[in-house]
């Protein structure tokens, strides 16, 4: 099945520019039409007191039903910091060959861990991040090749050591997908 | 390309169960979910799971319980326990009960990440070390047992069916026909591999030393006897005993083996401990038994214990098409344990091979070989480098039947089979030279 579009939907505040860029990475990484939307929903009610995070469960079921369509990907960005249930905490999340993801800038940024801002290289991890769920939903599993876009990060520095590009193994299983 | 690992979650939250899914399903694993212990257990009777990430405190059968049940089915699956209540007491008990490792819930992405991997590196070498395991046995097999006569192919038949049994076997054929080859080929291919077989020349033993030598000894039992020291039964336990020239044990001995074949158990020489071990028994044996048993020379009773099943190994003469490959095999052999370069055999010296009659078999070919390539040029073996005109002095002969009947079967061939002249030359009359020719079962070559 071909892909029509991707739609980045943003829950929250994200800094000038940052969306601007994502939005032309990913555009050139998969060859389609990319929108970013602003979306409203009432985060309240995916704050799970005892562990002071954001079930990502919970709200990648709630973009699914409310913002995915069939004709598109879409993903939903968020500034606050997720989790689930066997994790103490996740930069995103997809259905696999599915409609929908779900990505948080909230870990990405340097100063999570004591260190300088730095605008540039949360923008150059937040773009790996997108792109990689968006990944997932086009049915690319976890790569071995340490440069490639859909290696797994379990660390914000584990990021930095990929490029925003598929590899050219993950591109033929994206064009192969596409071709279906 | 590397085996995809399958993966069975089984926890009573569905949200754990859907995180763990989708986290597993990403990473390219194969993922399947049960909600509970008994679905868990159906699920591993019908397919076989290689990680099981169960959670611990589940409705009706725990993850405890269900650990215990899951190493009962397969004794090598790597289950790894998760909890939200962590305690040591639970986590020693875990790991006692088999768990490969205990996490505690949740748990950081690469804690995950590396749980996983550590279990799949496991279940590699687990693969690996299997694959290893029958390459091992195969290399045996292909190394030891050369031939693709007939006559081979059939007792290569007769091992891989009595094989898997743990039938007492006699194995009979000439000497240097391969016996004990044929003994390591059994026990290779069979449940007691990886557990010793161990190997006792009933022939070179006077009866005592036999004794003491099969059942082990006390401190102090005789002379010598300065420790303890175990029998060949004792350390053959698991695997197989090889009893070698087993027509040469005394009368005595013949009782002795009978009781410890019937009870599996024995006593120290000079000790009151009863000790049982669990061995499977090979015999071989150049004499024919039967005829043995019926001198009243052998005991019928134990012959019948021994002979459950016999493998007659034929003697070289009768699978002459065989040499061409156990002449490359032997070349192979000394030209590496000498370093040298690997010769080659020129065609007449080989045909010369194949036309000698070997009364010593495999044994004297292969002594025939590394004199060549020790004599020889280093590039070919040549008609010059065998002593094929010559008296071949076999030094591994052990008993005077056996030389007796070597030389008598040389000196027919020399005299291609003229009884007068062959009984003139051996200094004993024709009716005499009939029965030794009867008695050793002696044919001319073809």
Known sequence: MNLESITLISFGIFEKGLLETVLNDVENEFQVPVRTQKGHLDLGEFYDSGRKQYDGNRLLKEIEIRFASDTGKTLGLFNVDLFIPILTYIFGQAFLNGRSGIASIYRLSNERYGLKANEQILADRFRKEVIHELGHTMGLIHCQNPICVMRSSTYAEDIDQKEHHLCSKCRADFEHHQNI | ?446
Not at chain 2, 7 to 32: A, K, M, P, T
Not at chain 2, 183 to 200: C, D, G, L, T
Request: some cysteine.
């Open chain 2, 1 to 446: 390309m590397a085996k995809k690992i399958s993966i069975l979650i089984v926890d009573d939250e569905e949200s754990v169960r859907d995180s763990l899914y989708n986290w597993f399903i990403e990473d390219g694993y194969q993922v399947e979910c049960a909600e509970n212990a008994k679905k868990a257990l159906a699920i591993l009777e019908s397919g076989n799971y290689d990680i099981i990430l169960a959670d611990i405190k589940m409705p009706g059968m725990d993850g405890l319980e269900m650990l215990k049940r899951i190493k009962f089915l397969r004794k090598d699956s790597i289950v790894i326990i998760m909890t939200a209540f962590a305690t040591v007491d639970t986590a020693v008990q875990a790991l006692k009960d088999g768990a490969f490792d205990y996490v505690t819930k949740p748990f950081d992405p690469d804690d995950l990440s590396h749980l996983i991997r550590n279990a799949s590196k496991q279940i590699a070498l687990m693969d690996e070390n299997e694959t290893l395991k029958n390459q091992v046995v195969s290399l045996e097999n292909v190394s030891d047992l050369i031939g693709q006569s007939e006559a081979m192919k059939k007792v290569l038949r007769e091992i891989e069916s009595v094989a898997q049994s743990s039938a007492s076997v006699i194995i009979t054929g000439e000497s240097g026909t391969g016996k004990e080859l044929v003994a390591r080929a059994i026990h290779s291919n069979s449940s007691r591999k990886f557990f010793p077989m161990i190997s006792v020349h009933c022939g070179a033993l006077t009866e005592s030393l036999l004794e003491s030598e099969l059942f082990g000894h006390e401190k102090g039992a005789f002379t010598g006897a300065v420790y303890n020291r175990k029998g060949r039964f004792e350390m053959a336990d698991s695997g197989t005993i090889f009893l070698d020239e087993i027509a040469t044990i005394s009368p005595k001995m013949q009782v002795e083996l009978l009781r410890v074949l019937e009870s599996k158990s024995f006593v120290r020489v000079g000790g009151n401990k009863e000790i049982t071990s669990d061995f499977r028994v090979i015999c071989a044996t150049n004499r024919d038994l039967k005829t043995m048993v019926e001198k009243g020379i052998f005991r019928e009773d134990l012959f019948y214990r021994l002979n459950v099943v016999n493998i007659n190994v034929p003697p070289l003469r009768e699978r002459i098409e065989d040499i061409p490959l156990l002449v490359d095999h032997f070349i192979k052999k000394y030209c590496l344990s000498m370093n040298r370069p690997i010769v080659n055999i020129d065609a007449i010296a080989l045909k010369r091979l194949e036309e000698f009659p070997f009364p010593g078999n495999i044994r004297e070919l292969e002594n025939m070989v590394e004199r060549a390539i020790v004599v020889g040029n280093g590039k070919k073996i040549s008609i010059k480098d065998l002593p094929l005109g010559k008296e071949i002095v076999n030094t591994t002969f052990e008993s005077l039947d056996d030389l007796e009947k070597n030389h008598i079967f040389q000196i027919l061939n020399k005299y291609e089979w003229n009884i007068s002249v062959s009984a003139k030359a051996l200094k004993i009359d024709r009716v005499t030279l009939y029965n030794k020719i009867k008695k050793y079962g002696l044919k001319p070559a073809r």
